[in-house]
T-cell receptor
């Protein structure tokens, strides 16, 4: 079992819709969770972080965390074509030590005009 | 303020050759990470330095890979000898300090080994 799992997609949504991206992790001791966005041919950039159960909102983005289910998600409201990218889930595990992140392979999002 | 700088941006080499990738972290950051990204395996951590000291190199695939950080503003990742399966994008990232988690990625080096 991979430490961090994501559906590779592509996830296709029309402009203006809500895009829902999901991620599961295996280390129950994981403490911190991050969403990175990576445009094609570019480097990853951090867009959201979440540390406790529940929802965290930042503009059109909402991160949701459920530690009991070992599940973290990212909702993008009012999706725009400029949101088309690969979204990487990253987890700071409880047992990884030295604060390194483990990344999922990413979900590709396509927002059509 | 300059971000993480990597060179070269693209490298094409023949199997068996030595490859050296370079990284300059953001000034003042004391943690540096080398990652490799492929379609099949995603983004994998190769090695992590804190205050110029290698802390975790468990992701280095084999002895052909080595990394150094001689000072706070420079790091190298060397592959000798290179193999076609080393073809990937190699990212360097830096972090301000150990108790923060945001990593700032450089633009990456796309390595092709023929």
């Amino acid at each position: 079992q991979k430490e961090v799992e994501q559906n590779s997609g592509p996830l296709s949504v029309p402009e203006g819709a809500i895009a829902s991206l999901n991620c599961t992790y295996s280390d129950r001791g994981s403490q911190s969770f991050f969403w990175y966005r990576q445009y094609s041919g570019k480097s990853p950039e951090l867009i959201m972080s979440i540390y406790s159960n529940g929802d965290k909102e930042d503009g059109r983005f909402t991160a949701q965390l459920n530690k009991a289910s070992q599940y973290v998600s990212l909702l993008i409201r009012d999706s725009q074509p400029s949101d088309s990218a690969t979204y990487l889930c990253a987890v700071k595990g409880g047992n990884t030590g030295f604060q390194k992140l483990v990344f999922g392979t990413g979900t590709r999002l396509l927002v059509s005009p | 303020d300059a971000g993480v700088i990597q060179s070269p941006r693209h490298e094409v080499t023949e199997m068996g050759q030595e490859v050296t990738l370079r990284c300059k972290p953001i000034s003042g950051h004391n943690s540096l990470f080398w990652y490799r990204q492929t379609m099949m395996r995603g983004l994998e951590l190769l090695i992590y330095f804190n205050n110029n000291v290698p802390i975790d190199d468990s992701g280095m695939p084999e002895d052909r890979f080595s990394a150094k950080m001689p000072n706070a503003s420079f790091s190298t990742l060397k592959i000798q000898p290179s193999e076609p399966r080393d073809s990937a994008v190699y990212f360097c990232a830096s972090r301000e300090r150990e108790n923060t988690y945001e990593q700032y990625f450089g633009p990456g080096t796309r390595l092709t080994v023929t």
